[in-house]
């Protein structure tokens, strides 16, 4: 599975980013998708994950009731709605599939195998 994330750019404090996550690959509904961060000087954080046919949504704590996490099995995307958006929320963000036609929606970063390029995502106080 190849990955490429875009949508990044600059928004001001409370505004709103729609990331999205470009898949290749024949079997990318085999995969369950989670989006990350890093800040700089940060280890990578979980941000949201979906499962392989999209039914089920994990978030973390910081990004609930703000971002939503979805996926299109058809035209192999995902996407991450990030409304209300925090200074805090800045980072480098990247999608990661777990391979394995495992369906667990991990937390960790450790536990997805594809990773595509980060997107920047700056928001201004």
């Known amino acids: 599975v190849q990955l490429q994330a875009s949508g990044g750019g600059l928004v001001q404090a409370g505004g709103s980013l729609r990331l999205s996550c470009a898949a290749s690959?024949?079997?990318?509904?085999?995969?369950?998708m989670g989006w990350f961060r890093q800040a700089p000087g940060k280890e990578r954080e979980f941000v949201a994950a979906?499962?392989?046919?999209?039914?089920?949504?994990s978030y973390a704590d910081s990004a609930k009731d703000r971002f939503t996490i979805s996926r299109d099995n058809v035209e192999n995307m995902v996407y991450l709605q990030m409304n209300l958006l925090k200074p805090e929320d800045t980072a480098v963000y990247s999608c990661?599939?777990?391979?394995?036609?495992?369906?667990?929606?991990?937390?960790?970063?450790?536990?997805?195998?594809?990773w595509g390029q980060g997107t920047q995502v700056t928001v201004s106080s």
């Open positions: 690959g024949r079997t990318f509904s085999n995969n369950v």
């Open positions: 979906i499962s392989r046919d999209g039914g089920s949504t």
């Open positions: 990661g599939a777990r391979g394995g036609r495992v369906t667990v929606m991990s937390r960790s970063w450790r536990m997805y195998d594809y």
